[in-house]
């Protein structure tokens, strides 16, 4: 079946993806704006459309598989993030499942290593294991796998020094200051029994 191209529209998150959309078919297409490009596919031009899919999910694998290999060299990454970007450029499942499977065989991707990265990264910058769950949880690692890399990353005998570090050790002023200290130290992700402790507050600080 051949049918006209007769738009190719921006599309997904920020419109970084491309929707083919052909004329008498009603049928359309969503891909990675790198594949139109290295096709060259032009509005307005007659495909056969099985040939054009064919094409398509080659120039997906190759290209899914370098965009992978840019966000992993700009940094560590899960493998949910990852696929999350893919999905966002345009990539079909199948071509973001097979470059996923292979970037984990070759062991660019492993989600036990980028948490343990993430959550000791995020330790030594003043934060708490809530904050860290959370994040973790934001990255798309598994609960269990979350909570195996906090234990091993914070420890419930240096939570109170840990939360004293993050305000700079400032322990003295005034009840109000040290409420302040409190919200700080609560948005940092420390729980709120560490927190009171960290700061000292009772009813004789007023």
């Known amino acids: 079946m051949s049918c006209v191209l007769a738009r190719i529209e921006h599309a997904g998150p920020g419109g970084r993806a491309r929707r083919l959309c052909f004329d008498d078919s009603g049928c359309s297409r969503t891909t990675a704006a790198a594949v139109v490009k290295e096709l060259r596919l032009l509005e307005g031009i007659t495909y056969d459309i099985p ?18 290999l840019v966000l992993l ?22 071509a973001i499942a097979g470059v996923i499977g292979r970037l984990q065989e070759l062991d660019f991707l492993n989600d036990e ?11 030594a910058n003043g934060y708490g294991r809530l904050r860290v769950l959370r994040e973790l949880a934001d990255k798309g690692v598994v609960p269990e796998l979350a909570q195996e890399t906090l234990a091993a990353v914070f420890s419930s005998e240096t939570e109170v020094l840990d939360a004293r570090r993050a305000i700079g050790n400032r322990m003295t002023g005034t009840k109000a200051e040290r409420e302040k ?4 130290l609560l948005a940092r992700g420390f729980d709120l029994g560490t927190v009171l402790h960290a700061v000292k507050l009772d009813d004789t600080d007023a």
């Open 51 to 68: 040939d054009l899919d064919r094409l398509i999910s080659q120039a997906e694998g190759h290209l899914a598989r370098e965009r992978a």
């Open 73 to 94: 060299r700009q940094r560590e990454r899960s493998s949910a993030e990852t696929i999350g970007r893919l999905r966002d450029l345009g990539y079909s499942s199948a």
């Open 113 to 123: 290593r980028f948490a343990l990265m993430w959550a000791r990264s995020r330790h």
């Open 181 to 184: 200290q409190i919200r700080r």
